[in-house]
Protein backbone atom coordinates (compact mmCIF):
# COMPACT_ATOMS: atom_id res chain seq x y z
CA UNK A 1 0.00 0.00 0.00
CA UNK A 2 1.69 3.44 -1.07
CA UNK A 3 -0.31 5.53 1.17
CA UNK A 4 -3.13 5.07 3.64
CA UNK A 5 -4.02 9.17 3.40
CA UNK A 6 -3.45 11.86 0.81
CA UNK A 7 -1.03 14.87 1.65
CA UNK A 8 -3.90 17.14 1.88
CA UNK A 9 -5.74 15.37 4.42
CA UNK A 10 -4.46 14.83 7.67
CA UNK A 11 -6.21 17.11 10.74
CA UNK A 12 -5.40 16.95 14.25
CA UNK A 13 -7.98 14.61 14.87
CA UNK A 14 -5.67 12.59 13.21
CA UNK A 15 -2.72 12.69 16.02
CA UNK A 16 -1.42 9.72 17.32
CA UNK A 17 -1.97 7.59 14.22
CA UNK A 18 0.47 5.74 11.98
CA UNK A 19 0.00 6.65 8.30
CA UNK A 20 1.54 6.20 5.28
CA UNK A 21 2.28 8.85 2.66
CA UNK A 22 3.50 9.48 -0.85
CA UNK A 23 4.19 12.04 -2.94
CA UNK A 24 6.99 14.89 -4.28
CA UNK A 25 9.80 16.82 -1.79
CA UNK A 26 8.71 19.66 -2.33
CA UNK A 27 11.11 21.76 -0.27
CA UNK A 28 13.80 20.63 2.84
CA UNK A 29 14.68 22.31 5.59
CA UNK A 30 17.94 21.45 6.90
CA UNK A 31 18.59 22.86 10.71
CA UNK A 32 21.16 20.90 11.79
CA UNK A 33 19.20 19.27 14.42
CA UNK A 34 16.36 18.92 12.87
CA UNK A 35 14.90 18.67 9.38
CA UNK A 36 11.39 19.44 7.37
CA UNK A 37 10.57 18.39 4.33
CA UNK A 38 7.24 19.56 2.53
CA UNK A 39 5.40 16.50 1.10
CA UNK A 40 3.60 17.22 -1.69
CA UNK A 41 0.58 16.05 -4.10
CA UNK A 42 -2.35 16.96 -5.88
CA UNK A 43 -4.49 17.16 -2.21
CA UNK A 44 -2.00 19.33 -0.69
CA UNK A 45 1.00 19.70 1.24
CA UNK A 46 2.48 17.58 4.68
CA UNK A 47 4.75 18.73 6.80
CA UNK A 48 7.37 15.65 7.35
CA UNK A 49 10.07 16.30 10.47
CA UNK A 50 13.35 14.41 11.80
CA UNK A 51 14.90 14.96 14.61
CA UNK A 52 18.22 14.25 16.19
CA UNK A 53 16.30 13.14 19.21
CA UNK A 54 13.47 11.05 17.69
CA UNK A 55 14.98 9.40 14.46
CA UNK A 56 17.73 6.79 13.97
CA UNK A 57 21.00 8.94 12.41
CA UNK A 58 20.89 7.08 9.18
CA UNK A 59 17.10 8.03 8.60
CA UNK A 60 18.05 11.43 9.52
CA UNK A 61 21.21 11.36 7.08
CA UNK A 62 18.57 9.96 4.37
CA UNK A 63 15.76 12.95 4.97
CA UNK A 64 19.00 15.56 4.47
CA UNK A 65 20.00 13.46 0.99
CA UNK A 66 16.52 14.28 -0.91
CA UNK A 67 16.51 16.41 -3.63
CA UNK A 68 13.65 18.43 -4.92
CA UNK A 69 11.25 16.50 -6.85
CA UNK A 70 11.98 13.13 -5.84
CA UNK A 71 9.34 10.50 -5.13
CA UNK A 72 9.34 9.35 -1.84
CA UNK A 73 6.81 7.10 0.56
CA UNK A 74 6.88 7.31 4.15
CA UNK A 75 5.75 5.92 7.14
CA UNK A 76 5.06 7.75 10.81
CA UNK A 77 3.16 9.33 12.89
CA UNK A 78 0.96 12.29 13.42
CA UNK A 79 1.79 14.84 15.82
CA UNK A 80 1.11 18.14 16.79
CA UNK A 81 2.96 20.79 15.32
CA UNK A 82 4.94 23.17 17.42
CA UNK A 83 4.40 26.34 15.42
CA UNK A 84 1.52 26.32 13.80
CA UNK A 85 0.35 27.24 10.27
CA UNK A 86 -2.73 28.69 9.57
CA UNK A 87 -1.82 29.06 5.68
CA UNK A 88 -2.77 25.58 4.85
CA UNK A 89 -4.99 23.14 6.54
CA UNK A 90 -2.94 20.37 7.06
CA UNK A 91 -0.87 23.12 9.60
CA UNK A 92 -1.64 22.25 12.59
CA UNK A 93 -0.04 18.64 12.21
CA UNK A 94 3.14 17.29 11.02
CA UNK A 95 4.11 13.52 10.72
CA UNK A 96 7.08 11.96 12.58
CA UNK A 97 9.12 9.82 9.72
CA UNK A 98 10.05 6.62 11.05
CA UNK A 99 10.72 4.99 7.48
CA UNK A 100 11.38 6.35 4.16
CA UNK A 101 11.66 4.83 0.89
CA UNK A 102 12.34 6.69 -2.07
CA UNK A 103 10.43 5.60 -4.99
CA UNK A 104 12.35 7.95 -7.40
CA UNK A 105 14.58 10.70 -8.07
CA UNK A 106 14.82 13.90 -9.93
CA UNK A 107 16.67 15.89 -11.46
CA UNK A 108 16.86 19.44 -10.14
CA UNK A 109 13.63 20.65 -12.13
CA UNK A 110 13.89 23.79 -15.09
CA UNK A 111 12.01 25.67 -12.82
CA UNK A 112 10.65 26.64 -9.22
CA UNK A 113 7.59 24.47 -8.65
CA UNK A 114 5.84 27.33 -6.79
CA UNK A 115 2.54 29.12 -7.13
CA UNK A 116 5.14 31.81 -8.76
CA UNK A 117 7.40 30.21 -10.53
CA UNK A 118 10.57 31.57 -12.14
CA UNK A 119 9.93 29.86 -15.40
CA UNK A 120 8.99 31.55 -18.23
CA UNK A 121 6.32 30.51 -20.60
CA UNK A 122 8.32 28.42 -23.16
CA UNK A 123 10.24 26.86 -20.40
CA UNK A 124 7.08 25.66 -18.41
CA UNK A 125 5.40 24.61 -21.94
CA UNK A 126 8.47 22.48 -22.58
CA UNK A 127 8.30 20.46 -18.90
CA UNK A 128 4.18 20.94 -19.33
CA UNK A 129 4.16 18.11 -16.83
CA UNK A 130 6.24 19.85 -14.22
CA UNK A 131 4.09 23.37 -14.81
CA UNK A 132 1.35 20.93 -13.78
CA UNK A 133 2.54 20.10 -10.35
CA UNK A 134 1.79 24.05 -9.60
CA UNK A 135 -1.38 24.98 -7.96
CA UNK A 136 -2.75 27.56 -10.22
CA UNK A 137 -2.51 25.15 -13.21
CA UNK A 138 -3.43 22.29 -11.62
CA UNK A 139 -6.62 23.91 -10.14
CA UNK A 140 -7.03 25.09 -13.49
CA UNK A 141 -7.23 21.55 -14.85
CA UNK A 142 -9.52 20.56 -11.78
CA UNK A 143 -11.62 23.59 -11.97
CA UNK A 144 -12.27 22.36 -15.84
CA UNK A 145 -12.64 18.63 -14.85
CA UNK A 146 -15.52 20.29 -12.44
CA UNK A 147 -17.41 22.35 -15.63
CA UNK A 148 -17.24 19.62 -17.87
CA UNK A 149 -19.29 17.12 -14.99
CA UNK A 150 -21.60 19.71 -14.13
CA UNK A 151 -22.32 20.16 -18.01
CA UNK A 152 -22.67 16.45 -18.29
CA UNK A 153 -24.86 15.90 -15.25
CA UNK A 154 -27.26 18.95 -16.73
CA UNK A 155 -27.27 17.21 -19.76
CA UNK A 156 -28.14 13.94 -18.57
CA UNK A 157 -30.90 15.01 -16.45
CA UNK A 158 -32.51 16.31 -19.56
CA UNK A 159 -32.38 12.98 -21.48
CA UNK A 160 -29.79 13.86 -23.32
CA UNK A 161 -27.39 11.05 -24.76
CA UNK A 162 -23.42 11.78 -25.26
CA UNK A 163 -22.79 10.10 -28.50
CA UNK A 164 -19.35 9.75 -30.04
CA UNK A 165 -18.42 10.75 -33.81
CA UNK A 166 -15.54 9.87 -35.73
CA UNK A 167 -12.26 12.27 -36.22
CA UNK A 168 -11.56 10.87 -39.41
CA UNK A 169 -14.17 12.35 -41.92
CA UNK A 170 -14.56 14.37 -45.11
CA UNK A 171 -14.13 18.11 -44.92
CA UNK A 172 -17.31 20.24 -42.77
CA UNK A 173 -17.56 23.76 -43.78
CA UNK A 174 -17.55 25.68 -40.65
CA UNK A 175 -15.11 28.41 -42.22
CA UNK A 176 -11.51 27.37 -41.80
CA UNK A 177 -9.31 25.17 -43.40
CA UNK A 178 -9.35 21.62 -42.37
CA UNK A 179 -6.61 19.57 -41.30
CA UNK A 180 -5.92 16.55 -43.37
CA UNK A 181 -4.80 12.68 -42.92
CA UNK A 182 -3.48 10.90 -45.34
CA UNK A 183 -4.88 7.39 -46.05
CA UNK A 184 -2.40 4.32 -46.36
CA UNK A 185 -4.78 2.14 -47.59
CA UNK A 186 -6.94 4.39 -50.08
CA UNK A 187 -3.72 5.72 -52.38
CA UNK A 188 -4.00 9.43 -52.76
CA UNK A 189 -6.96 10.21 -50.53
CA UNK A 190 -7.21 11.96 -47.37
CA UNK A 191 -9.73 12.23 -44.31
CA UNK A 192 -10.23 15.50 -42.93
CA UNK A 193 -10.19 16.17 -38.96
CA UNK A 194 -13.89 17.57 -38.24
CA UNK A 195 -14.05 21.18 -37.89
CA UNK A 196 -17.23 20.37 -35.65
CA UNK A 197 -19.09 17.24 -35.52
CA UNK A 198 -22.13 19.47 -37.66
CA UNK A 199 -23.04 17.00 -40.19
CA UNK A 200 -23.16 14.19 -37.90
CA UNK A 201 -25.59 15.21 -34.52
CA UNK A 202 -27.89 15.92 -37.73
CA UNK A 203 -27.57 12.68 -39.00
CA UNK A 204 -28.23 11.64 -35.16
CA UNK A 205 -31.26 13.71 -35.41
CA UNK A 206 -32.48 11.90 -38.47
CA UNK A 207 -31.64 8.66 -36.39
CA UNK A 208 -33.87 9.03 -33.64
CA UNK A 209 -31.59 10.34 -31.12
CA UNK A 210 -33.73 12.86 -29.88
CA UNK A 211 -31.47 15.11 -27.82
CA UNK A 212 -27.51 14.59 -28.62
CA UNK A 213 -24.21 16.29 -26.72
CA UNK A 214 -20.90 15.37 -26.71
CA UNK A 215 -17.63 17.13 -25.46
CA UNK A 216 -15.41 16.71 -27.85
CA UNK A 217 -12.19 17.83 -30.08
CA UNK A 218 -12.89 20.37 -32.96
CA UNK A 219 -9.89 20.88 -35.60
CA UNK A 220 -9.39 24.37 -37.33
CA UNK A 221 -6.90 24.96 -39.22
CA UNK A 222 -6.43 29.07 -38.99
CA UNK A 223 -4.18 30.86 -39.16
CA UNK A 224 -3.35 31.55 -35.17
CA UNK A 225 -4.79 34.83 -33.48
CA UNK A 226 -4.15 35.53 -29.96
CA UNK A 227 -5.18 32.33 -27.73
CA UNK A 228 -7.01 30.36 -30.36
CA UNK A 229 -5.76 26.69 -30.31
CA UNK A 230 -5.73 25.02 -33.70
CA UNK A 231 -7.48 21.88 -32.00
CA UNK A 232 -9.94 22.53 -29.18
CA UNK A 233 -13.35 20.91 -26.84
CA UNK A 234 -16.87 22.14 -27.50
CA UNK A 235 -19.87 21.44 -25.62
CA UNK A 236 -21.76 20.07 -29.15
CA UNK A 237 -25.24 19.51 -28.99
CA UNK A 238 -28.37 19.04 -31.51
CA UNK A 239 -32.19 18.28 -30.68
CA UNK A 240 -35.45 17.25 -33.08
CA UNK A 241 -38.62 18.83 -32.39
CA UNK A 242 -37.55 22.26 -31.25
CA UNK A 243 -37.87 25.94 -32.54
CA UNK A 244 -35.39 28.81 -31.54
CA UNK A 245 -37.05 29.20 -28.50
CA UNK A 246 -36.85 25.34 -27.14
CA UNK A 247 -32.79 25.65 -27.41
CA UNK A 248 -32.73 29.27 -25.71
CA UNK A 249 -34.67 27.87 -22.50
CA UNK A 250 -32.98 25.01 -22.44
CA UNK A 251 -28.59 26.32 -23.12
CA UNK A 252 -29.41 28.96 -21.00
CA UNK A 253 -30.86 26.28 -18.29
CA UNK A 254 -27.14 24.91 -18.61
CA UNK A 255 -25.48 28.36 -18.19
CA UNK A 256 -27.27 29.06 -15.65
CA UNK A 257 -27.20 25.85 -13.90
CA UNK A 258 -22.87 26.38 -14.37
CA UNK A 259 -22.48 29.58 -13.06
CA UNK A 260 -24.66 28.76 -9.91
CA UNK A 261 -22.54 25.34 -9.54
CA UNK A 262 -19.12 26.68 -10.19
CA UNK A 263 -19.29 30.35 -9.70
CA UNK A 264 -22.67 30.68 -7.07
CA UNK A 265 -24.14 33.09 -8.77
CA UNK A 266 -27.58 33.68 -9.76
CA UNK A 267 -28.94 35.29 -13.10
CA UNK A 268 -32.34 35.78 -13.83
CA UNK A 269 -33.68 35.48 -17.29
CA UNK A 270 -30.67 36.36 -20.09
CA UNK A 271 -31.79 39.66 -22.16
CA UNK A 272 -31.77 39.18 -25.77
CA UNK A 273 -30.51 41.50 -28.41
CA UNK A 274 -30.65 41.48 -32.38
CA UNK A 275 -27.26 41.45 -34.33
CA UNK A 276 -28.53 44.23 -36.18
CA UNK A 277 -29.37 46.54 -32.53
CA UNK A 278 -26.28 44.83 -31.35
CA UNK A 279 -23.76 46.04 -34.49
CA UNK A 280 -25.92 49.48 -34.13
CA UNK A 281 -25.64 49.51 -30.20
CA UNK A 282 -21.87 48.04 -29.20
CA UNK A 283 -20.41 48.11 -33.07
CA UNK A 284 -19.74 43.95 -31.65
CA UNK A 285 -22.24 41.08 -32.21
CA UNK A 286 -20.65 39.63 -28.94
CA UNK A 287 -21.10 43.19 -26.68
CA UNK A 288 -19.86 43.26 -23.13
CA UNK A 289 -22.56 44.40 -21.25
CA UNK A 290 -21.04 44.66 -18.06
CA UNK A 291 -20.97 48.57 -18.22
CA UNK A 292 -22.73 51.14 -20.34
CA UNK A 293 -21.02 53.09 -22.59
CA UNK A 294 -23.48 52.13 -25.70
CA UNK A 295 -22.99 54.04 -28.76
CA UNK A 296 -25.00 56.96 -29.50
CA UNK A 297 -25.58 58.24 -33.40
CA UNK A 298 -24.69 61.64 -33.54
CA UNK A 299 -25.58 62.35 -37.37
CA UNK A 300 -28.85 64.64 -36.64
CA UNK A 301 -26.86 66.52 -33.76
CA UNK A 302 -23.72 66.84 -35.65
CA UNK A 303 -23.66 67.07 -39.27
CA UNK A 304 -25.01 70.72 -39.59
CA UNK A 305 -22.24 72.47 -39.00
CA UNK A 306 -19.07 73.33 -41.56
CA UNK A 307 -17.42 70.11 -40.17
CA UNK A 308 -16.91 68.98 -43.66
CA UNK A 309 -15.19 65.63 -41.29
CA UNK A 310 -18.55 64.67 -40.59
CA UNK A 311 -20.67 66.53 -42.84
CA UNK A 312 -18.48 63.67 -45.27
CA UNK A 313 -19.20 60.87 -42.99
CA UNK A 314 -21.80 57.97 -43.46
CA UNK A 315 -22.01 57.71 -39.54
CA UNK A 316 -21.27 60.08 -36.60
CA UNK A 317 -20.92 58.24 -33.12
CA UNK A 318 -19.87 58.39 -29.70
CA UNK A 319 -19.31 57.31 -26.13
CA UNK A 320 -19.18 58.84 -23.04
CA UNK A 321 -16.48 57.63 -20.75
CA UNK A 322 -17.35 58.06 -16.88
CA UNK A 323 -15.47 59.95 -15.10
CA UNK A 324 -12.66 60.82 -17.94
CA UNK A 325 -12.99 64.05 -18.62
CA UNK A 326 -10.13 64.70 -16.21
CA UNK A 327 -7.92 63.01 -18.87
CA UNK A 328 -4.85 65.40 -19.56
CA UNK A 329 -4.00 66.61 -23.07
CA UNK A 330 -1.47 64.34 -23.37
CA UNK A 331 -3.58 61.30 -22.20
CA UNK A 332 -6.16 62.12 -24.89
CA UNK A 333 -3.24 62.64 -27.55
CA UNK A 334 -2.33 59.14 -26.42
CA UNK A 335 -6.09 57.71 -27.17
CA UNK A 336 -6.04 59.73 -30.33
CA UNK A 337 -2.80 57.93 -31.27
CA UNK A 338 -4.48 54.74 -30.27
CA UNK A 339 -7.14 54.86 -31.96
CA UNK A 340 -5.01 55.51 -35.18
CA UNK A 341 -2.99 52.84 -34.63
CA UNK A 342 -3.25 50.33 -37.97
CA UNK A 343 -5.04 47.47 -35.51
CA UNK A 344 -7.63 49.64 -34.98
CA UNK A 345 -7.46 52.40 -38.58
CA UNK A 346 -9.65 55.71 -37.43
CA UNK A 347 -8.51 58.44 -38.60
CA UNK A 348 -8.72 60.54 -35.71
CA UNK A 349 -11.32 61.00 -32.69
CA UNK A 350 -13.10 63.77 -32.15
CA UNK A 351 -13.25 65.02 -27.94
CA UNK A 352 -16.06 66.88 -25.80
CA UNK A 353 -15.00 67.11 -22.22
CA UNK A 354 -18.27 67.48 -20.02
CA UNK A 355 -16.77 69.26 -17.40
CA UNK A 356 -17.93 69.18 -13.34
CA UNK A 357 -19.13 72.85 -13.78
CA UNK A 358 -21.43 71.97 -16.74
CA UNK A 359 -19.73 73.51 -19.19
CA UNK A 360 -18.23 71.52 -22.53
CA UNK A 361 -14.84 71.65 -23.84
CA UNK A 362 -14.23 70.00 -26.98
CA UNK A 363 -11.83 69.79 -30.26
CA UNK A 364 -14.32 71.09 -32.44
CA UNK A 365 -15.14 74.39 -30.20
CA UNK A 366 -14.78 76.19 -33.53
CA UNK A 367 -17.67 74.24 -35.31
CA UNK A 368 -19.77 73.44 -32.69
CA UNK A 369 -21.54 75.66 -29.74
CA UNK A 370 -22.60 74.42 -26.35
CA UNK A 371 -25.57 74.05 -27.24
CA UNK A 372 -25.01 71.96 -30.23
CA UNK A 373 -22.48 69.65 -27.96
CA UNK A 374 -25.18 70.13 -24.61
CA UNK A 375 -27.22 68.00 -27.48
CA UNK A 376 -24.12 64.86 -27.69
CA UNK A 377 -24.25 64.97 -24.44
CA UNK A 378 -27.81 64.00 -24.03
CA UNK A 379 -27.55 61.03 -26.72
CA UNK A 380 -24.85 59.84 -25.24
CA UNK A 381 -25.89 60.35 -21.81
CA UNK A 382 -22.85 61.96 -20.34
CA UNK A 383 -22.79 63.34 -17.17
CA UNK A 384 -20.51 66.02 -16.01
CA UNK A 385 -16.97 64.85 -15.61
CA UNK A 386 -17.63 62.15 -18.67
CA UNK A 387 -15.43 62.54 -21.99
CA UNK A 388 -17.17 61.86 -25.20
CA UNK A 389 -15.23 60.89 -27.71
CA UNK A 390 -16.54 60.52 -31.16
CA UNK A 391 -15.50 58.31 -34.33
CA UNK A 392 -17.03 59.20 -37.92
CA UNK A 393 -16.70 57.64 -41.19
CA UNK A 394 -18.15 54.32 -43.38
CA UNK A 395 -20.29 52.92 -40.77
CA UNK A 396 -19.20 49.56 -40.56
CA UNK A 397 -15.34 50.16 -40.01
CA UNK A 398 -16.30 53.49 -37.08
CA UNK A 399 -18.50 50.85 -35.60
CA UNK A 400 -15.82 48.39 -35.08
CA UNK A 401 -13.45 51.21 -34.38
CA UNK A 402 -15.33 52.24 -31.69
CA UNK A 403 -16.19 49.05 -30.22
CA UNK A 404 -12.63 48.32 -30.16
CA UNK A 405 -12.58 51.92 -27.90
CA UNK A 406 -14.80 51.70 -26.32
CA UNK A 407 -13.12 48.07 -24.98
CA UNK A 408 -9.86 49.57 -24.64
CA UNK A 409 -11.66 52.24 -22.12
CA UNK A 410 -13.32 49.72 -20.15
CA UNK A 411 -10.81 47.63 -19.59
CA UNK A 412 -8.69 51.21 -18.58
CA UNK A 413 -11.34 52.25 -16.24
CA UNK A 414 -11.54 48.67 -14.46
CA UNK A 415 -15.04 47.97 -15.85
CA UNK A 416 -14.48 44.39 -16.86
CA UNK A 417 -14.53 42.68 -13.36
CA UNK A 418 -14.02 39.25 -13.53
CA UNK A 419 -16.09 37.96 -11.11
CA UNK A 420 -19.14 39.72 -12.68
CA UNK A 421 -21.27 37.20 -15.13
CA UNK A 422 -23.13 39.75 -17.93
CA UNK A 423 -24.79 36.65 -20.60
CA UNK A 424 -27.31 37.38 -23.08
CA UNK A 425 -28.37 36.24 -26.87
CA UNK A 426 -28.04 37.76 -29.47
CA UNK A 427 -30.08 36.50 -31.90
CA UNK A 428 -30.97 37.00 -35.65
CA UNK A 429 -27.95 37.08 -37.36
CA UNK A 430 -27.89 37.16 -41.13
CA UNK A 431 -28.20 34.38 -42.89
CA UNK A 432 -25.49 35.46 -45.72
CA UNK A 433 -22.04 37.40 -45.28
CA UNK A 434 -20.40 39.14 -48.26
CA UNK A 435 -16.91 38.83 -48.97
CA UNK A 436 -15.53 42.01 -49.44
CA UNK A 437 -12.78 40.61 -51.87
CA UNK A 438 -14.35 38.03 -53.94
CA UNK A 439 -17.89 39.52 -54.11
CA UNK A 440 -19.28 36.26 -53.07
CA UNK A 441 -22.07 35.25 -50.11
CA UNK A 442 -20.84 32.49 -47.36
CA UNK A 443 -22.89 31.14 -44.90
CA UNK A 444 -22.80 33.04 -41.84
CA UNK A 445 -22.66 30.54 -39.29
CA UNK A 446 -23.01 27.41 -41.59
CA UNK A 447 -24.60 26.31 -44.87
CA UNK A 448 -27.10 23.81 -42.96
CA UNK A 449 -28.46 26.77 -41.15
CA UNK A 450 -32.02 27.65 -41.86
CA UNK A 451 -33.61 30.85 -42.69
CA UNK A 452 -36.65 32.58 -40.50
CA UNK A 453 -39.47 31.75 -41.90
CA UNK A 454 -41.35 33.47 -45.10
CA UNK A 455 -37.24 34.49 -45.74
CA UNK A 456 -36.12 31.82 -48.27
CA UNK A 457 -37.64 33.76 -51.41
CA UNK A 458 -35.77 37.14 -49.99
CA UNK A 459 -32.20 34.72 -51.23
CA UNK A 460 -33.14 35.66 -55.07
CA UNK A 461 -33.53 39.38 -55.06
CA UNK A 462 -31.73 40.46 -51.64
CA UNK A 463 -29.32 37.86 -50.30
CA UNK A 464 -27.44 40.15 -47.41
CA UNK A 465 -31.15 41.13 -46.02
CA UNK A 466 -32.18 37.38 -45.26
CA UNK A 467 -32.10 36.87 -41.40
CA UNK A 468 -31.13 33.35 -39.97
CA UNK A 469 -32.82 31.34 -37.48
CA UNK A 470 -29.08 31.72 -35.87
CA UNK A 471 -28.05 32.85 -31.78
CA UNK A 472 -25.15 33.30 -30.26
CA UNK A 473 -24.08 32.82 -26.77
CA UNK A 474 -22.26 36.04 -25.48
CA UNK A 475 -20.81 35.86 -22.06
CA UNK A 476 -18.54 38.95 -20.68
CA UNK A 477 -17.93 39.86 -24.16
CA UNK A 478 -16.78 36.71 -25.74
CA UNK A 479 -18.91 34.43 -27.82
CA UNK A 480 -19.14 31.37 -25.94
CA UNK A 481 -21.73 29.23 -27.60
CA UNK A 482 -23.24 29.41 -30.94
CA UNK A 483 -25.75 27.41 -32.97
CA UNK A 484 -28.78 27.47 -35.33
CA UNK A 485 -31.82 25.67 -36.35
CA UNK A 486 -31.54 23.97 -39.31
CA UNK A 487 -32.68 23.19 -42.78
CA UNK A 488 -34.11 19.40 -42.95
CA UNK A 489 -35.78 19.60 -46.28
CA UNK A 490 -34.11 18.42 -49.14
CA UNK A 491 -34.82 21.16 -51.59
CA UNK A 492 -34.03 24.02 -49.32
CA UNK A 493 -30.91 22.60 -48.72
CA UNK A 494 -30.26 21.84 -52.34
CA UNK A 495 -31.38 25.62 -52.67
CA UNK A 496 -28.82 26.74 -49.56
CA UNK A 497 -26.02 25.13 -51.63
CA UNK A 498 -26.81 26.78 -54.53
CA UNK A 499 -26.91 30.13 -53.12
CA UNK A 500 -23.72 29.73 -51.74
CA UNK A 501 -21.80 28.83 -55.05
CA UNK A 502 -21.54 25.08 -55.03
CA UNK A 503 -22.99 23.93 -58.46
CA UNK A 504 -25.59 20.28 -58.45
CA UNK A 505 -22.70 18.34 -58.95
CA UNK A 506 -20.35 20.05 -55.93
CA UNK A 507 -22.89 20.09 -53.62
CA UNK A 508 -24.11 16.00 -54.09
CA UNK A 509 -20.12 15.06 -53.79
CA UNK A 510 -19.56 16.65 -50.47
CA UNK A 511 -23.16 16.70 -48.24
CA UNK A 512 -24.76 14.69 -50.90
CA UNK A 513 -25.04 11.79 -47.81
CA UNK A 514 -26.75 14.42 -45.83
CA UNK A 515 -29.66 15.41 -48.14
CA UNK A 516 -29.78 11.60 -49.00
CA UNK A 517 -30.51 11.28 -45.22
CA UNK A 518 -33.08 14.16 -45.46
CA UNK A 519 -35.05 12.18 -47.78
CA UNK A 520 -35.75 9.57 -45.26
CA UNK A 521 -37.93 11.18 -42.49
CA UNK A 522 -35.53 14.50 -41.15
CA UNK A 523 -37.31 15.73 -38.60
CA UNK A 524 -37.01 20.05 -37.78
CA UNK A 525 -33.97 19.94 -35.83
CA UNK A 526 -31.96 22.52 -34.05
CA UNK A 527 -28.76 22.80 -32.02
CA UNK A 528 -25.58 24.57 -30.56
CA UNK A 529 -22.29 24.23 -29.97
CA UNK A 530 -20.12 26.19 -26.46
CA UNK A 531 -16.55 26.41 -26.64
CA UNK A 532 -15.30 24.71 -23.58
CA UNK A 533 -11.99 25.89 -23.17
CA UNK A 534 -13.13 29.80 -23.32
CA UNK A 535 -16.07 29.16 -21.47
CA UNK A 536 -14.02 27.34 -18.37
CA UNK A 537 -11.74 30.34 -18.46
CA UNK A 538 -14.15 33.08 -18.44
CA UNK A 539 -16.06 31.01 -15.25
CA UNK A 540 -12.21 30.77 -13.87
CA UNK A 541 -12.28 34.59 -14.09
CA UNK A 542 -9.72 34.51 -16.49
CA UNK A 543 -8.79 35.33 -19.90
CA UNK A 544 -6.21 33.14 -21.32
CA UNK A 545 -7.53 29.63 -22.34
CA UNK A 546 -4.47 27.72 -22.78
CA UNK A 547 -4.07 28.30 -18.95
CA UNK A 548 -6.74 25.68 -18.36
CA UNK A 549 -5.36 23.16 -21.29
CA UNK A 550 -3.58 20.34 -19.97
CA UNK A 551 -1.12 19.96 -23.39
CA UNK A 552 -1.74 23.32 -24.95
CA UNK A 553 -0.10 24.40 -28.86
CA UNK A 554 1.75 27.70 -28.53
CA UNK A 555 0.69 30.51 -30.98
CA UNK A 556 2.71 29.21 -33.86
CA UNK A 557 0.12 26.08 -33.35
CA UNK A 558 3.26 24.04 -31.85
CA UNK A 559 3.45 21.50 -29.19
CA UNK A 560 7.26 22.19 -28.05
CA UNK A 561 6.98 19.55 -25.52
CA UNK A 562 6.74 16.81 -28.00
CA UNK A 563 7.72 18.77 -30.65
CA UNK A 564 4.96 18.50 -33.22
CA UNK A 565 4.31 18.89 -35.83
CA UNK A 566 7.40 17.02 -37.01
CA UNK A 567 9.10 15.98 -40.45
CA UNK A 568 8.27 12.25 -40.78
CA UNK A 569 10.56 9.08 -42.60
CA UNK A 570 10.68 8.77 -46.28
CA UNK A 571 9.80 5.25 -45.39
CA UNK A 572 6.13 6.78 -44.04
CA UNK A 573 6.25 8.98 -46.68
CA UNK A 574 6.44 6.48 -49.57
CA UNK A 575 3.66 4.12 -47.68
CA UNK A 576 1.48 6.83 -47.88
CA UNK A 577 2.28 7.30 -51.43
CA UNK A 578 3.11 11.12 -50.66
CA UNK A 579 6.04 13.16 -52.44
CA UNK A 580 6.95 16.51 -51.43
CA UNK A 581 7.77 18.94 -53.70
CA UNK A 582 10.88 21.45 -52.44
CA UNK A 583 10.86 20.61 -49.39
CA UNK A 584 13.90 19.18 -47.63
CA UNK A 585 13.21 16.37 -45.26
CA UNK A 586 15.20 16.97 -42.14
CA UNK A 587 15.81 15.11 -38.95
N1 LIG B 1 -21.29 23.43 -35.54
C1 LIG B 1 -21.47 24.78 -35.09
C2 LIG B 1 -20.13 25.40 -34.70
O1 LIG B 1 -19.16 24.68 -34.53
C3 LIG B 1 -22.36 24.90 -33.92
C4 LIG B 1 -23.77 24.56 -34.23
O2 LIG B 1 -24.33 25.09 -35.20
O3 LIG B 1 -24.34 23.78 -33.47
O4 LIG B 1 -20.02 26.59 -34.54
Redesign the pocket.
Known sequence: MFRSHTCGELRESHINQKVTLSGWVQKTRDKGFVVWVDLRDRYGITQLVFDEDRTASALLDQARSLGREFVVQVEGEVIERASKNANIPTGNIEVLVENLTVLNSSKTPPFTIENETDGGEDLRMKFRYLDIRRNPVKNNLIFRSKVTMEVRKYLAEKSFIEVETPYLIKSTP?GARDFVVPSRMNEGQFYALP??P?TF?QLLMVAGMDKYFQIVK?FRDEDLRADRQPEFT?I???MAFVEQEDILNVFEGLTRHLLKEINGVEISAFPRITYDDAMRIYGNDKPDIRFGMEFAELNDVAQHKDFNVFNSSELVVAIAVPGAASYTRKEIDALIDWVKRPQIGAKGMVYVKYNEDGSYKSSVDKFYDQEDLAKWAEATEAKPGDLICVLSGEMNKTRTQLSALRMELASRLGLRKPNEFAPLWVVDFPLLELDEETGNYHAM??PF?SPKPGQLELLDTDPGAVRANAYDLVLNGNEIG???IRIHDKGVQETMFKHLGFTPEEAKAQFGFLMDAFQYGAPPHG???FGLDRLVAILGGQETIRDFIAFPKNNSGRDVMIDAPAPIDQEQLDELNLKLNNIEVTE
Request: charged share 20%; aromatic share 0%; net charge negative.
Open positions: EQSQKCQDCEHHTGGSGIA
